[in-house]
């Protein structure tokens, strides 16, 4: 299948900024959805940027701090974020929902093991 690889995460103070890198590498025809989720101590993983067929979304949060991209060349994904809270602690998690050549061409989805990012002065 699929791996990803992330990098980028760790500590920086508020108003700070971090650019998290993810690196995919498998059997990839094709995405369907790739993004950006993360999860604070003691609260539910949750959407922070994604990327589909039919745009870009952010949540509320951390809209216009926040900018997700992608390079497909090099099978990557970012997430540039500025302007830091100490509310934007979390591990942070890369995502891709995709269809695997080697898998039929079925859609499947896949995690990275996660990245911390603390935001603390």
């Known amino acids: 299948q699929v791996q990803l690889v992330e990098s980028g995460g760790g500590l920086v103070q508020p108003g700070g900024s971090l650019r998290l890198s993810c690196e995919a590498s498998?059997?990839?025809?094709?995405?369907?959805?790739m993004g950006w989720y993360r999860q604070a101590p003691g609260k539910q993983r949750e959407l922070v940027a994604a990327?589909?067929?039919?745009?870009?979304n952010y949540t509320d949060s951390v809209k216009g701090r926040f900018t997700i991209s992608r390079d497909n060349a090099k099978k990557m994904l970012y997430l540039q974020m500025n302007s830091l809270k100490p509310e934007d602690t979390a591990v942070y998690y890369c995502?891709?929902?995709?269809?695997?050549?080697?898998?039929?061409?079925?859609?499947?989805?896949?995690w990275g093991q996660g990245t911390l990012v603390t935001v603390s002065s």
């Open positions: 995502n891709l929902y995709y269809s695997d050549f080697d898998r039929g061409y079925r859609y499947l989805e896949v």
């Open positions: 498998g059997s990839i025809f094709s995405v369907n959805k």
């Open positions: 990327i589909t067929s039919d745009g870009i």
